[in-house]
């Protein structure tokens, strides 16, 4: 089983050897059949495919497991980027390793690691935190392992959450630490917002915010911590 990395918008941000898997597996095991139909016509591949997502991925797993126990091929893909980081995937994965399959992977886009580059800040040692719990208790708990956290952070928000996320960082962890908000990432409207944490906070207060969000949050005894609001855009060349 090949697990590949796909785009996390700019379809050319795939390896020559992803497309070449995808092209020879038995079977696409994908996140969202409709969105990766649009991957493969662009790159002209036929290929069967079946759905592999959160709410189903336990069913589907014997059959998948099925085909490899056969001596097929699988490829399982995200929607975009690395599966399991964020993405279903793990339940499947974990079940082949215990059927004695052969797991590969095929490396490519994370958005993670590719906020974390554009950033600023120093990637020697980071935290992967994902997605916040969105309320409750547990939320809270969740802000408060951060406030202790030494190493730069990085996060997933939806659009529609951004702004109340960014606020309770700044509340937990202090306004003055550094923020990179990183938006539709290799995208044409890709966007990268960086500054100070209460600051950032209040500019997306009430903004209407499209599109996937990355936010990594500086390290907290990081040189430069008052460095100015800087903000980047891209180019119809994404």
């Not at 785009?7 to 020559?16: A, F, R, S, V, W």
């Not at 809270?140 to 990085?154: C, F, K, P, S």
């Not at 044409?188 to 600051?199: D, K, M, N, P, T």
Request: contains cysteine; neutral net charge.
């Amino acid at each position: 089983m090949y697990v590949c990395a796909t785009p996390i918008g700019n379809l050319e941000d795939i390896t020559m050897r992803a497309l070449r898997i995808l092209r020879a597996v038995d079977l696409i095991a994908a996140e969202d059949t409709r969105q990766t139909r649009k991957l493969l016509a662009h790159y002209d591949i036929a290929a069967r495919m079946v759905s592999c997502h959160e709410h189903n991925e336990r069913a589907q797993a014997a059959r998948i497991i099925e085909v490899l126990l056969g001596g097929g091929d699988v490829a399982l893909i995200s929607d975009a980027g690395t599966p399991v980081v964020s993405d279903p995937g793990a339940h499947l994965i974990k079940e082949a390793i215990s059927k004695g399959i052969p797991v590969v992977p095929i490396p490519g886009p994370s958005a993670a690691v590719a906020a974390l580059v554009v950033s600023g800040f120093c990637a020697t040692e980071f935290t992967f935190v994902g997605f916040l719990p969105r309320k409750g208790r547990k939320r809270r708990e969740a802000l408060q392992r951060l406030a202790g956290e030494n190493r730069v952070v990085i996060l997933y928000e939806s659009p529609y959450r951004v702004a109340e996320t960014l606020s309770d960082l700044a509340e937990a962890v202090g306004g003055e630490r550094r923020v990179a908000v990183a938006r539709e990432l290799t995208k044409v409207h890709e966007e990268v917002v960086r500054g100070a944490l209460g600051e950032v906070a209040a500019l997306f207060e009430g903004a209407r915010v499209k599109g996937e969000v990355t936010i990594v949050l500086d390290a907290p005894d990081a040189p430069g911590r008052r460095s100015r609001n800087t903000k980047t855009g891209g180019d119809d060349a994404k």
